[in-house]
């Protein structure tokens, strides 16, 4: 292939680009504004990174990585890079997003400082901080919902 494309350079005549190929990502999962870095080929030029076709912010590191961030509307699917005139790629891997925590019930909603307080909510995993008027307070998780 190489003697092929210098042949081809040398005599002039165009070379076809290779659409982008996704060979990898990492982290294969995590909340909404996970950075995941995607790595194979093709990626000079690409002009949009969908998260099972929502679409992602993103940077070109080089023609073998992009940096692309899960939007908010992620669902669990592949990455897909466009490139504007080669086509494009998807990962084999898919990548799910973990939703972010809900806590709509607090009781009791009133207390003195050092009031116990339960909260009552969704996706309690991997919760890593609680705060109550931006102030960090000790919590233990003893469900996910």
């Given amino acids: 292939m190489l003697r092929a494309v210098a042949l081809a350079a040398l005599l002039g005549a165009a070379v076809a680009a290779a659409a982008p190929t996704v060979t990898a990502i ?3 999962t995590g909340p ?3 950075q995941v870095a995607i790595s194979g080929s093709g990626f000079t030029g690409v002009t949009s990174v969908t998260f099972n076709g929502a679409t992602a912010s993103f940077s070109i590191s080089s023609d073998n990585l992009v940096y692309a961030f899960s939007p908010s509307a992620a669902t669990t699917g592949t990455i897909t890079l466009l490139h504007p005139t ?3 790629g998807s ?5 799910t997003p973990i939703p972010a ?3 709509p019930v607090a009781a009791p909603n009133t ?3 050092g009031t116990m307080v339960t909260l009552s909510g969704s996706n309690f995993v991997n919760v890593t901080q609680v705060t109550f008027n931006s ?3 000790p919590f ?3 469900s996910p919902t």
Wanted: glycine letters at 12%.
């Fill in 135 to 137: 102030v960090p307070t």
């Fill in 101 to 103: 925590p809900s806590a």
């Fill in 91 to 95: 990962s084999t891997a898919t990548f």
């Fill in 32 to 34: 909404t504004g996970t």
């Fill in 111 to 113: 207390g003195a400082r």
């Fill in 26 to 28: 990492y982290p294969t």
């Fill in 140 to 142: 233990t998780v003893t």
């Fill in 86 to 88: 080669t086509g494009s």
